[in-house]
């Protein structure tokens, strides 16, 4: 497998834009201190010449130099690159663990229900329905404010990591099911195959099948699927940011910055330049990645 994804030139490329991202957002403390500048500071309110008298950059491009590459944001005056990197930091965050929680999910329900059969087949697959019936968007701009409130009764000023884990809560919520069905469906094939039932006859246990023949065989598709999931939480997590359910001022995010973006763009276009360019190439690239691990994985299925 290993030997098959390296060849694969468009795979090895997207491994290393993908751990360029994440590079990027563990780095961004250190990288924040050697560049002189945080996210936070309003430069430009604070020192004259940098905003107008409309709160736009005064230079071009959305005031790009050599003391702020990427510019400064409209109105607030903070630096971009910045805030891009610790919007990385914060997506990739919420997205991993997003991700870790709903893979976990799914294997435990997914290969239970591939291997017991019966009712509890039944149950947790008449429950995945019930999941997949609900419209996701709408789901988690409803429940947000509720989860958030579960944990301060404030919600003006509820802390970053309250509204953190609200989204990490929302997201994995309804965002197993898809790899639980695959995970049933292939273990219900491999339930009858000729060395499970060595190892059941021989009177091993429930779970030691599951741990040591059925676990090992379905590897592929948790990999495949879980380097699908995590950019769509990515997506999904800047969402909520964006219509204002997700992470709020001033904490840097990718969808909050969409939501300046969204606001000044025919002013300034160039803010929204970055962080737009920023998450389209890392879906991209980690959407290509994920295609490279299956094909290296089942060269049967090649693209």
């Known amino acids: 497998m290993w030997r098959r994804f390296r060849r694969d030139r468009t795979g090895v490329i997207s491994a290393y834009v993908v751990l360029f991202f994440f590079a990027a957002g563990l780095l961004a403390p250190v990288v924040s201190r050697l560049y002189?500048?945080?996210?936070?500071t309003?430069?430009?309110?604070?020192?004259?010449g940098l905003l107008n008298d409309f709160g736009y950059p005064v230079l071009p491009n959305g005031g790009i130099s050599g003391e702020f590459w990427f510019g400064i944001e409209p109105i607030l005056g903070r630096d971009v690159f910045t805030q891009l990197l610790y919007g990385i930091r914060t997506s990739l965050l919420v997205a991993v663990a997003v991700t870790l929680l709903a893979t976990l999910t799914a294997i435990v329900l997914g290969v239970a229900a591939g291997y017991l059969g019966g009712r509890t087949d039944f149950l947790v697959g008449r429950f995945i329905d019930l999941l997949m019936a609900f419209p996701n968007q709408l789901f988690f701009v409803a429940f947000m404010p509720i989860v958030v409130a579960l944990f301060v009764a404030d919600t003006d000023e509820t802390p970053t990591w309250v509204r953190a884990v609200a989204m990490i809560l929302v997201l994995w919520f309804l965002g197993w099911m898809s790899l639980a069905r695959i995970l049933r469906g292939t273990v219900l094939s491999l339930r009858?195959?000729?060395y499970v039932e060595a190892a059941r006859v021989s009177?091993?246990?429930?779970?030691?099948i599951i741990r040591k023949e059925l676990l090992p065989n379905v590897v592929t598709p948790i990999l495949v699927q879980s380097t699908l999931m995590l950019p769509n939480f990515v997506t999904a997590a800047a969402g909520l940011s964006f219509l204002g359910v997700g992470f709020i001022e001033p904490t840097p995010d990718w969808g909050r910055m969409f939501a300046t973006g969204a606001?000044?763009?025919?002013?300034?276009?160039?803010?929204?330049?970055?962080?737009?360019?920023?998450?389209v190439i890392f879906i991209v690239a980690f959407n290509l990645l994920g295609d490279s691990v299956r094909d290296a994985f089942d060269p049967k299925t090649g693209r």
Request: aromatic share 22%.
């Open 42 to 48: 309003r430069y430009g309110q604070e020192r004259e």
């Open 36 to 40: 002189g500048k945080d996210p936070y």
């Open 192 to 194: 009858t195959r000729e």
């Open 263 to 279: 606001k000044v763009f025919e002013n300034d276009f160039t803010y929204m330049f970055f962080p737009g360019g920023a998450m």
């Open 203 to 208: 009177g091993a246990s429930p779970w030691r």
